[in-house]
């Protein structure tokens, strides 16, 4: 198999979690080797599994650094790794994801593109460059019901990652969406 960067992104509760898993099946029927990977950071439903807020789940390795992926590829002689919540690991992530694209593997990430501030999360901006297929996916605005481009946080803090769930979060369409204050 060739290289190939799939990246799946969009706010809060537009099923990115859920088309990840699709895809990874979709692999397994192929008898293709997947590696699938969480940030330690992640701890909403399972710390052993990515889970979607619908309560599907994957068994995955969760890692603290994407550099980690690279010796379990290996380890595990996966073509396929699939990272979920890539924007927990900002900017350093991408040089990890370009060495197993080196190597031929097919990576695909999901995660969120903006943040409650509604800037770019890294490593979209660069992995936008380098991705074979982007896939923007968007929910339903909790205040209007038009489609969801961003995330609102409910809770006041600063921090641009707070691990949260529906009550922390809700998704947003571009006219319905305030930026968190700095």
Same mark, same amino acid.
């Given at each position: 198999?060739?290289?190939? @960067?799939?990246?799946?992104?969009?706010? !809060?509760?537009?099923?990115?979690?859920?088309?990840?898993?699709? +895809?990874?099946?979709?692999?397994?029927?192929? !008898?293709?080797?997947?590696?699938?990977?969480?940030?330690?950071?992640?701890?909403?439903?399972?710390?052993?599994?990515?889970?979607?807020?619908?309560?599907?789940?994957?068994?995955?390795?969760?890692?603290?650094?994407? +550099?980690?992926?690279?010796? @379990?590829? @290996?380890?595990?002689?996966?073509?396929?790794?699939a990272i979920d919540?890539?924007?927990?690991?900002?900017?350093?992530?991408?040089?990890?994801?370009?060495?197993?694209?080196?190597?031929?593997?097919?990576?695909?990430?999901?995660?969120?593109?903006?943040d409650h501030f509604?800037?770019?999360?890294?490593?979209?901006?660069?992995?936008?460059?380098?991705?074979?297929?982007?896939?923007?996916?968007?929910?339903?605005?909790?205040?209007?019901?038009?489609?969801?481009?961003?995330?609102?946080?409910?809770?006041?803090?600063?921090? +641009?990652?707070?691990?949260?769930?529906?009550?922390?979060?809700?998704?947003?369409?571009?006219?319905?969406?305030?930026?968190?204050?700095?």
């Amino acid at each position: 198999m060739s290289s190939r @960067l799939e990246v799946i992104c969009g706010p !809060m509760f537009s099923g990115k979690t859920t088309e990840l898993l699709r +895809r990874i099946q979709a692999a397994r029927a192929l !008898m293709q080797s997947v590696l699938v990977v969480k940030p330690t950071g992640d701890h909403r439903y399972a710390t052993d599994s990515i889970v979607t807020h619908t309560g599907d789940r994957m068994a995955s390795i969760a890692v603290d650094d994407l +550099r980690e992926v690279l010796s @379990l590829a @290996l380890a595990q002689d996966a073509s396929f790794i699939a990272i979920d919540e890539i924007h927990f690991f900002g900017q350093p992530a991408a040089e990890p994801i370009a060495h197993l694209l080196a190597r031929g593997c097919r990576v695909l990430v999901a995660g969120c593109d903006l943040d409650h501030f509604g800037a770019a999360f890294e490593p979209f901006p660069t992995l936008f460059p380098l991705a074979h297929e982007i896939v923007r996916l968007s929910g339903s605005c909790s205040s209007c019901g038009g489609p969801s481009t961003h995330t609102q946080r409910m809770i006041a803090s600063t921090q +641009r990652i707070i691990v949260g769930n529906s009550g922390d979060y809700e998704p947003r369409c571009a006219a319905c969406f305030t930026p968190s204050v700095r």
